[in-house]
């Protein structure tokens, strides 16, 4: 099963993401961007469960959201 | 000694000021936003719980409109270098600080212009219809100090702010003196940028100061571009803040101790803090006032009209023999022109005034020890 990382533009906002999943009864936990030959360097938000729900709030939080990765469990 | 420069900077500090600066030594030795493993993280929550306080402690929309900067003076360059473009024209209050003069005067030679406006003392009408007067149809930005670092007169620029937004302008506030005074709600009050020391009011250590934003949307070019820990592949500078205006590695030891100090005038509550002060102020001007070679150039200071600091002559003596004099008997003020010559020419004090400014931590019988020994010089 995949590991969805929500990117985000800064860790200020992974911070901020994270809270604000929190709140929404969503776990989130940040972590850096593992790939950063694709991406460059940064941070996102991990959320084992509930990815899409978490984008969604996010986006109606104004919190820009550069892409999602899905990382495999044995990388 | 008897420290009453507090407008310079503030001292003592708190002790939890001290902790914390040590604790980041001890504890968060890592540099923050730029790694995942764990000293790294936990500097990095470090950091965003300090722009968390700052939010709430000027009620800002959230953390990320919370920018550290290395005092107020870059705050203060990175608005007016970050948002005024050639044929942009600008009002500043009499009372500004060099800090806003010399950047706009550098700006001047861009293409930006200027007009100053007339702040009126305790009369917050006739500085409004002053500001009202110099607005212009170019007009971009208002930038304006809360309260003077020379006489304590506040301006009123929650009023200013809506003004400035009639005429599709925006506002910068310098809180140099008033932040950790002055109750501030970033949000209610219309302030697009403010500027802050974090060493002086807030109690934070020297090298800090901060630039919080209304609206984190709101973007301003960047005056140093560089290395911000993401987005790293792209040649651009991010778009967004704070990041975006802090490239390079951030002051972690100043801005854990800087958290420490707005902790410690939150506990207190500002006004609290401000009241407290007033009094010290009031006492040393109704001690002066009766000194005959003493002038003061203000009416006796009140709520809410001045911040608690104070300047005066002795007839005969230049401010810096003051000074010196005072020094010689271990109490440290401020002479000069403090760095904000507008001041001082609107008051008719170009040759320097002293500058009593108290803390929290100032005692009355210090302000009476102040008063007595400018008794005795006078005397002489």
Redesign the interface.
Known sequence: MGKPLIMV?????A??ARELLTRHGIRGY???IPR?AE?????GVYVPQGADAAERILREN?I?I?GRLEQDDAE | MIYLDNSATTYPKPVGVREAMLRSFRELGANPGRSGYEMSMRTTRAIYECRQCAAQLFGAAGPECVVFQPSCTQALNQVLKGFLKSGDHVVVSDLEHNAVMRPLSELTKRGVTYTVAKVTPADSDATMEAFRQAMGPNTKLVVCTQASNVFGIRVPVERIAALCHQYGAKICVDCAQSAGLVPINLTDSGIDYLCCAGHKGLYGPMGTGMLIFRDPQDQLATLIEGGTGTQSRSMLQPDDPPERYESGTLNVPGILGLRAGMEFVKKKGPKRIWQEEMQKIRLLYGRLSRISRVKLYTEAPSLPWYLPVLSFTVEGMPSEAVGEALAGAGIAVRCGLHCAPLAHDKMGTETGTVRVSPSIFTRREEMEMLASRVRQICQK
Request: proline share 0%.
């Open positions: 533009s800064s860790v200020t906002y911070m901020k940040v972590e850096r950063t991406t460059g360097c940064g941070y104004n820009r550069l």
